[in-house]
């Protein structure tokens, strides 16, 4: 069978990944999702063990402390996003589409390098 997961994560404002308006380090909040994932049957037991696994995940790829990182709910992951933030923030044409990734030189550069 195939689902449709998400993994929804709160990072502490230690971790230095976002800025209040104030300047000052905020918390983040981070989904990763799986879709179309095949398990032969997916449990709570399984989904918060594939959890986990994601969290460590994000510490081995953005060399972050593991205590920064929380696993929560997607509930609480909605309740703590503003009206203008999207789950998907990448632009849906571009996004896995062959006509704007290269072999030679990768995704098309969007000009957003500072």
């Known amino acids: 069978m195939y689902y449709d997961l998400r993994f929804p994560f709160r990072i502490s404002a230690e971790a230095g990944l976002s800025k209040n308006e104030?300047?000052?380090?905020?918390?983040?909040?981070?989904?990763?999702?799986?879709?179309?994932?095949?398990?032969?049957?997916?449990?709570?037991?399984?989904?918060?063990?594939?959890?986990e696994s994601q969290r460590q995940g994000l510490v081995?790829?953005?060399?972050?402390?593991?205590?920064?990182?929380?696993?929560i709910t997607p509930e609480e992951y909605e309740a703590n996003m503003d009206d203008n933030d999207s789950d998907n923030d990448y632009n849906d044409e571009c996004y896995g589409d062959d006509e704007c990734y290269d072999e030679d030189e990768g995704f098309e550069d969007d000009g957003d390098d500072e």
């Open 22 to 51: 104030n300047g000052q380090n905020d918390v983040t909040y981070l989904q990763a999702n799986l879709n179309q994932c095949k398990c032969p049957m997916m449990t709570e037991e399984r989904y918060n063990e594939l959890h």
């Open 60 to 71: 081995r790829s953005m060399g972050l402390k593991l205590e920064w990182i929380t696993c």
